[in-house]
């Protein structure tokens, strides 16, 4: 059986800088993502400050991420389903 290692040296010096590309690519992607996730909360936090939801805000942004038919054939089944267990 191969070990890691001797995986690792079979590998050739193009692919193993190809690696490191990835490698590089995905950790800057994750610093980045970790910033804008600050600066989102930082908005969610100026919002609250004039007196604005946030979990009503988190609801619009994930209602506007759904294609509008969509939206309205949950908002139906939402309403017929609330209707059959209130009357």
Do not use: H, P, W
Not at 25 to 43: H, S
């Amino acid at each position: 059986m191969i070990t890691d290692e001797q995986r690792a040296m079979s590998m050739g010096e193009d692919t193993r800088e190809k690696l490191k590309q990835f490698i590089a690519r995905i950790e800057r992607l994750e610093a980045e993502k970790t910033e804008l996730a600050a600066d989102i909360r930082e908005v969610y936090a100026e919002s609250k400050t004039f007196g604005f939801d946030t979990k009503i805000l988190r609801k619009v942004i994930a209602e506007r991420k759904v294609d509008a038919n969509e939206r309205s054939e949950t908002e139906a089944l939402l309403e017929l389903y609330m209707d059959a267990v209130e009357g």
